[in-house]
């Protein structure tokens, strides 16, 4: 399958891994918008958020429980932020399920800055 996800779990592409193990990879964004920026992926192929069932749901729950090590491990010491960005409107530019953890620093509050 030509994922770009799948190939970097696959090894064929080079990551910065933060942490792995049998369900979930995760590793650095390779353009960050905070000192912390860690994509957090299933092992298994879901190409986004619509396409979560009760069959895969497992690898989700394995993501989020994950996620809190994950972001000291990422370096966001002193709170973070989850965001998965699906379909068109959002701008999901990779089709394999990804939540972005961001932190490190303040982060702006509104997804809407002049509001
Ligand atoms: P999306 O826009 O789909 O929510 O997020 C995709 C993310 O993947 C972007 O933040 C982008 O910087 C990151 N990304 C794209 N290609 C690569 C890559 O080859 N390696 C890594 N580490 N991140 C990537
Ligand atoms: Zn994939």
Redesign the pocket.
Known sequence: MDC?FCK?IAGE?P??KVYEDEYIYA?????PEAPCHV?VIPKKHIASMDEITKENSIYVAKIFEKIPEIAKLGGANNGYRVI??CGADA????FHL?Y?VIGGTELPIHVFPEK
């Open positions: 770009l970097i592409i990551s910065s590793f650095k964004d390779i353009n994509l998965s960005n701008g999901q530019t990779v990804h972005h």
